[in-house]
């Protein structure tokens, strides 16, 4: 069992940064890839980014290379995302994930069936 709470998200003006936290418990954190989701209003959950266990690997969005970037702290069990040059697309429902300890997640690391575990969310709101 992998429990995975969000933090971090808020109200920014278009331009401004933020950085999501994921805080990670259960299942050894160290050896599971993680990802990062989105979910606008009336929309799919989308792939943000990911980061392999020894972070060696990094996937991104097209729609978010340059400005966001994937980092994490094994010693701290916590996956980063660093949100820079917001935009008011960018707004959402920001999930966390974990994939299976030794998946194959890095064949498809924007598929959410690589991930098994997820977190509850955090609300991003870029205004214009």
């Known amino acids: 069992q992998v429990q995975l709470g969000e933090s971090g998200g808020g109200l920014v003006q278009a331009g401004g940064s933020l950085r999501l936290s994921c805080a990670a418990s259960?299942?050894?954190?160290?050896?599971?890839?993680m990802g990062w989701f989105r979910q606008a209003p009336g929309k799919e959950r989308d792939f943000v980014a990911s980061i392999s266990w020894r972070s060696i690997s990094t996937y991104y969005a097209d729609s978010v290379k340059g400005r966001f970037t994937i980092s994490r702290d094994n010693a701290k069990n916590t996956v980063y995302l660093q949100m820079n040059s917001l935009k008011p697309e960018d707004t959402a429902v920001y999930y966390c994930a974990a994939a299976p300890t030794g998946s194959s997640w890095y064949l498809q690391p924007a598929d959410r069936a690589s991930y098994d575990y997820w977190g509850q969310g955090t609300q991003v709101t870029v205004s214009s």
């Open positions: 259960g299942r050894t954190f160290s050896k599971s890839a």
